[in-house]
């Protein structure tokens, strides 16, 4: 197995654009996680799947921010309009069950809001 | 999501030397304790974790120490090598919770 896929693995925008991040899950997992990492504020949920249906959406910072898993192997994390606070690496996880020692993690896509 | 102070923010350890990161919790419900690990430019991986029926657990250069009563946690890298030069993220979990609540990390650095 590849592992999870995410893409692209660097993104520059500009300010006020739209993002969309990708994210492909491990075949058979059926939890899949959104992450943030900054400096400033370390690791941070942003949402979680289960079986596709969105689970706690309680760490996406505002509206401006959406996620989707519109099918078992895909998911998006859209930005929109993005801001220069948005600068971040994003990192997507995916799990077989809610086992806390099972979450494989993609290389995260960098992102940059000039 | 404070529930999760660690410390310390960065280390510094010579070859050889042991290097310690706690972590300290505040939810009580909490029932299983890993660490994770992470490389520049790559996710967070699971390096070893715990369970709080037993206050100690080894792998190999890697220790978790457990103390239920303090509700601390940590992690002791004996032998540290520049391989270990890494993020460590703990990451204390409740089976009937959500999703994993990470740490602000610790960054190490291993001189040779």
């Known amino acids: 197995d590849a592992g999870v896929i995410q893409s692209p693995r660097h993104e520059v925008t500009e300010m006020g654009q739209e993002v969309t991040l990708r994210c492909k899950p491990i075949?058979?997992?059926?939890?899949l996680f959104w992450y943030r990492q900054t400096m400033m504020r370390g690791l941070e949920l942003l949402i979680y799947?289960?079986?596709?249906?969105?689970?706690?959406d309680s760490g996406m910072p505002e509206d401006r921010f959406s996620a989707k898993m519109p099918n078992a192997s895909f998911s998006t994390l859209k930005i929109q309009p993005s801001e220069p606070r948005d600068s971040a690496v994003y990192f997507c996880?995916?799990?077989?069950?809610?086992?806390?020692?099972?979450?494989?993690f993609g290389s995260g896509t960098r992102l940059t809001v000039v | 999501q404070q529930q999760v102070k660690q410390s310390p923010q960065s280390l510094i350890v010579q070859k050889g030397g042991i290097s310690i990161i706690n972590c300290a919790y505040e939810n009580t419900a909490f029932d299983y304790f890993p660490w994770y690990q992470q490389f520049p430019g790559k996710g967070p991986a699971l390096l070893i974790a715990i369970r709080p029926d037993v206050s100690e657990k080894k792998e190999g250069r890697f220790t978790i120490s457990f103390n239920k009563s303090a509700k601390q946690f940590s992690l002791h890298i004996m032998d540290s090598q520049p391989g270990d030069s890494a993020t460590y993220f703990c990451?204390?979990?409740?089976?009937?919770?959500?999703?994993?609540?990470f740490g602000k990390g610790t960054t190490l650095s291993v001189s040779s």
């Open positions: 075949s058979g997992h059926d939890y």
């Open positions: 799947f289960n079986n596709n249906v969105p689970i706690d």
């Open positions: 990451a204390p979990w409740n089976q009937a919770g959500t999703a994993l609540i």
């Open positions: 996880a995916s799990s077989l069950g809610a086992r806390a020692g099972g979450y494989t």
